[in-house]
């Protein structure tokens, strides 16, 4: 199975997926790592582990179906099977879901459909609720409401900050993203047996 990420920023979970993908824990080809932005960060753990790495920003087309047709021929170019996005701050348009229906899974800071958008754990925070968590989660055309994988739970406890919770829920996301990765590449190969 041929993955590709994408990403937006720092790229912690890219590196925990690109490390078990090294440790053959997910029995997967990383063939590409794809940022929005051509000073995130993730680029450089991207040539760290050797991985092709490719950048271009929304603002250099006429417009988003234009990003996205260049994006969906890059994700074509390297024959990826799987899209896995790892912080990538972009909502999926239509046409890059046609092209990967159901092959396209995200990973969301919350336990949905509990705080779905940019802000679940800051929004779980100060909700002062007891419990929240990770998703990972199939994408479709809403915002976090494609059908869910998994979910990891994280209790918020009395006196946690905000920085304290984002660390217990990066905690979660670095154990279950790989675990789900490892599942759904297992279910690939089983399927093309």
């Known amino acids: 199975m041929r993955l590709a990420v994408l990403a937006s920023g720092n790229g912690s979970n890219f590196e925990v997926i690109a490390q078990a993908v090294k440790d053959k824990k997910i029995d997967a080809e990383l063939t590409l790592l794809f940022s929005d932005h051509r000073d995130a960060y993730v680029l450089q753990r991207g040539k760290n582990f050797e991985i092709p790495c490719e950048s271009f920003e929304l603002k250099e087309f006429p417009d988003k179906k234009s990003y996205e047709t260049a994006l969906l021929r890059l994700l074509q170019q390297y ?27 995200n990973i969301h800071p919350a336990l949905l459909p509990n705080f779905p958008g940019l802000h679940g ?31 990891g739970s994280v209790e918020i406890a ?9 660390i217990k829920i990066h905690q979660v996301e670095h154990q279950l993203y790989p675990q789900v990765l490892a599942e759904i590449a297992k279910d690939f190969h089983l399927n093309k047996q």
């Open 158 to 166: 009395k006196g946690d900050t905000l920085e304290d919770l984002e």
């Open 79 to 105: 024959e990826v099977d799987l899209v896995v996005l790892a912080g990538y701050m972009r909502i999926i348009g239509k046409d890059l879901l046609a092209a990967f229906p159901n092959r396209i899974v």
């Open 121 to 151: 754990i800051k929004d779980a925070y100060e909700a002062g609720v007891k419990e929240t968590g990770v998703t990972i989660h199939y994408v479709d055309s809403g915002v976090d409401t494609g059908p869910i994988i998994a979910q």
